[in-house]
Structures are given as C-alpha cells and as structure tokens.
C-alpha cells in the first residue's frame, strides 16, 4: 500500500457515522423537552397537551424521514416538488402496549410536470429502500402509502 492509500483508508476507518444522541429531561407531568445536545429541543407530551405524543412523534418521523427522499428524487428527476404534505394515520391495537398496527403514509404533493407514475416510484424508494426510520420499526408492522398529486 502506498502512503496515499494507507492514509485514505486510514480517513474511512475514522470517518464511520457517530451514534445518535438526544436527552430527553422531564418537564413534569407527561411532558419531556428532547433533542441533541446543544440542538433543537421539541416537546413530547404523553398526554398529548403541550406537544406530541410519543406516538405522534414516530408517525411524524416516519413521515419526514420519507418525505426527504420523495423531495430530493423528485428534484434529481428535475420535477421539484412546489410542496408537499405527508397525512400519517397510525391505527394502534386497543391491548397494552397499543403498539401501531398499520400505518398510512398519505403524500399530497403539487408540482408542475410530476408524473404519477414517478412520483409513486419516489415514494416506494422513500418508504422501502432509503428511510432509516422504517427500516428501524418491525418489519411486519404494515405500511402503505397513497398518492394526491396536483399541478401548481
């Protein structure tokens, strides 16, 4: 190997992805200020009062984790998005714990020359190739995505 080489594999052996980190502090009641240390902080509410279920906050990480793939090959496409909204509906069993048993990923999405056909392919790519988020869920949990697309 020479020294060149030596040092990029070096640089790749170093350059693996960090863990994630957040800290959740508890803010009384249900409610947990959460986030990266030093980042963002976003409210999770058990009750659902002053900031997101838990549940809530998975459904909707599941829907922007997607929803940045559907943006960014809708863009590579050259048909960018003008915008987009993703409707989650998690239905959850009536036993403890009410885990999520379907989700519904609903992507309403306006743009000038996106064809259907595309858009459901970015979609399906978003969903079952490249989110880390459903990847990280119970591979048997069921999700299914629909379609609304508009012309600006």
């Not at 249900?30 to 240390?37: I, Q």
């Not at 997101?52 to 909707?60: E, I, M, N, R």
């Not at 969903?127 to 990847?135: E, I, M, N």
Request: aromatic content about 4%.
């Amino acid at each position: 190997m020479t020294t060149s080489e030596t040092t990029a594999a070096a640089r790749a052996v170093t350059t693996k992805p960090q863990p994630n980190r957040v800290v959740a502090t508890w803010r009384g009641d249900h409610r947990f200020d959460t986030g990266r240390p030093g980042g963002p902080v976003t409210r999770i509410d058990g009750d659902a009062v002053t900031g997101q279920s838990p549940v809530d906050a998975l459904l909707s990480a599941l829907a922007t984790c997607t929803a940045v793939d559907v943006v960014d090959i809708l863009k590579k496409r050259r048909t960018p998005a003008a915008s987009l909204e993703v409707e989650v509906i998690g239905t959850r069993r009536e036993e403890i714990p009410r885990r999520l048993t379907h989700v519904l990923l609903r992507y309403h999405i306006t743009g000038r020359g996106i064809e259907r056909d595309h858009a459901l392919r970015a979609i399906e790519l978003a969903v079952t190739k490249y989110c880390s988020v459903r990847d990280s869920l119970d591979p048997a949990l069921p999700v299914e995505w629909e379609l609304v697309l508009s012309e600006t």
